[in-house]
């Protein structure tokens, strides 16, 4: 990114609308459909430049990105708070495994097919994520009068996890690739809402008894949060 000069990359697609993509190197991915011309295209990403340096700089400032992993080998995955780069070997088929060794993320599938690695690696994800909300669910529940009902690990967009008035605990599949510390206050804070539905002063000191200092994950959440969420 010199004197606010983009990369931008053109493609043609059968797209009904165009689509602008930052990569993680900073440079513009644009896919736009056969019926547009060449000038409407740069006029779009004339208009969009403003949201594209805003990305760009997002892009460059998180350094390697978490949140949209394409499945090549180098890659940079965060697991527990900690990068790993990702590594593929082939196997046979059917004895697919993933483990986290020596800060590499191993692979090991019958194809690298990137679809298919993705698939993969969040699966993986959701088991430990599963593992990680089992153990601190379990680490407070004797502070708690109610149990939960149903937990489920969800692709869910914007949040970390919520709670229903059925006492329902959702959890995003990616949790497990934030701090553990991290972990433990989402999981508290879902529980808190067993005694609080909302985020009353009640509420926060509801977690704090719990959790003294839990501004401190708030606060993290708040500056990193995003690094782990899809676009
Ligand atoms: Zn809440």
């Known amino acids: 990114m010199k004197n606010h000069q983009i990369d931008v990359r053109v493609t043609r697609s059968k797209r009904k609308t165009i ?4 990569n993680s190197d900073g440079s513009v ?4 459909p056969h019926t547009l011309t060449k000038e409407q295209i740069m006029d779009m ?5 403003a ?8 892009r460059l400032s ?20 900690r990068e790993s780069q990702l590594t593929l070997l082939k196997c046979d088929k059917g004895n697919t495994s993933v483990a986290v060794k020596n800060g590499q993320l191993m692979v090991k599938h019958h194809t690298h097919e990137t679809g298919e690695i993705l698939g993969v690696i969040e699966n993986w994800y959701r088991q430990q994520t599963k593992q ?6 379990k680490y407070y529940q004797s502070q708690f009068e109610t149990k939960p009902n149903r937990i489920v690990i969800k692709a869910q967009r914007r949040r970390w996890g919520s709670c229903s008035s ?12 934030m701090p553990a510390w991290i972990i433990s206050y989402i999981v508290l804070h879902e529980l808190c809402h067993f005694e609080e539905m909302n985020h009353s002063p009640i509420f926060w000191q509801a977690v704090e008894r719990r959790m003294p200092e839990y501004n401190k994950a708030k606060v993290w ?5 995003h690094r782990f969420l899809p676009e």
């Open 221 to 225: 959440l708040k500056e990193n949060g």
């Open 166 to 177: 059925k006492n329902n605990l959702n959890f995003n599949w990616r949790l497990s690739m």
């Open 45 to 49: 990403i004339e208009g969009k430049k």
């Open 62 to 81: 998180a350094g390697n990105c978490y949140n949209e992993p394409k499945g090549v080998k180098g890659e940079a995955f965060s697991y527990l708070g």
């Open 132 to 137: 990680e909300v089992e153990f601190w669910l």
């Open 51 to 58: 949201w594209m340096m805003s990305k760009i700089k997002q």
């Open 29 to 32: 991915s644009v896919e736009a």
């Open 19 to 22: 689509r602008m993509t930052v």
